[in-house]
């Protein structure tokens, strides 16, 4: 199926794109008019930029509804600055309270039972309870649509100006702890992800070294009915194949030796190498796993 944006409606397109461009991570953003009345609202259209300078951006939408702003648009175009707290399990129900259309002037602190953290650079003040928040001067926005049609974007450009990170979130080297902070992500619909342990998993960067590729690895490894697509991506971090000397030397491992004298045909017997290699491969060892593949 292929879409064309133009064809459909507004309502069916949103929907994709947020159900596709998922999980995104919540901006918790805190704002004030120029009476200084507090708002704070979720934004998901929000991302990091950079790091030199540390540049935030989310994107306040003009109301599907009737293309009208929001609160957090229209304060940020009075006093640009914000802070933006980030969103974990713990508070993911007062977060999105926060989303309702409150009058302006509401200060959705008080209504989701949020604390407010005074700021040491800007008037906003940001979310006590979140594991890290940042202090922000807005230094541009962006209107994506001059129409102001519902639905499209402002990009907030935000340059973070103070970090304010809870303790109990470090790890003992003092890095933030991804284990321990249990983010939350905003899918499509009403659906959203959290980032509990059982979740998370790591994929050795590979950065440092410059891997051959899948399409250096000989072809009866490329095809094998055992390795998926992901298997193959990490045997590609290899930066050279091993040699056949180290590849005979792999027979003689007890498991390898027991596949190679079984009574099984051949066929059976690659399978069988290729399983225990697949295992290695998602045990971390890839040149053992690329070894007992080269295995004829
Ligand atoms: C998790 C979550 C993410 C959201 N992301 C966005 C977003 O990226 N852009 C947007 O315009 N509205 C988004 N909304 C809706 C706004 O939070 C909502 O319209 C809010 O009432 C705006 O408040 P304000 O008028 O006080 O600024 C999101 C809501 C939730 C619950």
């Known amino acids: 199926m292929t879409i064309n944006p133009k064809e459909v409606s507004q309502g069916t397109l949103h929907n994709y794109l947020l159900s596709a461009v998922a999980p995104r991570p919540i901006a918790f953003a805190s704002t004030i008019d120029t009476l200084g009345n507090v708002n704070l609202s979720p934004f998901s259209f929000f991302n990091v930029f950079s790091s030199n300078p540390p540049v935030m951006i989310f994107s306040p939408a003009y109301r599907g509804r009737d293309g009208s702003s929001k609160h957090t648009l229209d304060n940020i175009l009075a006093v640009p600055e914000c802070t933006i707290s980030m969103v974990n ?31 040491e650079t800007v008037k906003p003040p940001f979310v006590g309870e979140s594991p890290v928040a940042f202090e922000c ?11 102001k049609g519902g639905g499209s974007g402002n990009l907030v450009i ?10 109990k979130y470090l790890d003992e080297k003092g890095h933030l702890d991804t284990t321990k902070m249990d983010l939350v992500g905003r899918m499509g619909g009403v659906w959203y992800n959290r980032t509990q342990p059982s979740a998370l998993f790591e994929i050795p960067k590979p950065l440092r070294t ?13 095809n094998s009915s055992i390795l998926t697509g992901n298997n193959l991506g990490r045997l590609g971090n290899i930066e050279q194949l091993p ?13 390898v030796m027991a596949i190679l004298t079984s ?26 796993a690329l070894k007992i593949l080269l295995i004829r």
């Open 89 to 119: 399990y713990p508070i993911v129900e007062q977060m999105s309270l926060t989303s309702t259309e409150y009058d302006q002037g509401v200060n959705e602190f008080v209504k989701a039972g949020l604390t407010q953290m005074p700021s």
């Open 137 to 147: 001067a807005v230094t541009e926005v962006i209107p994506l649509n001059r129409e």
């Open 243 to 255: 040699n056949m000397e180290a590849v005979a030397a792999m027979k003689q491992e007890k498991a």
């Open 210 to 222: 410059k891997g051959i590729g899948v399409d250096q690895l000989p072809e009866f490894i490329r």
């Open 158 to 167: 935000c340059e973070v100006k103070r970090i304010h990170i809870q303790e």
């Open 263 to 288: 009574d099984k045909d051949l066929l059976a017997k690659e399978k069988d190498l290729h399983l225990l290699a697949k295992s290695h491969l998602e045990d971390g060892n890839l040149e053992k």
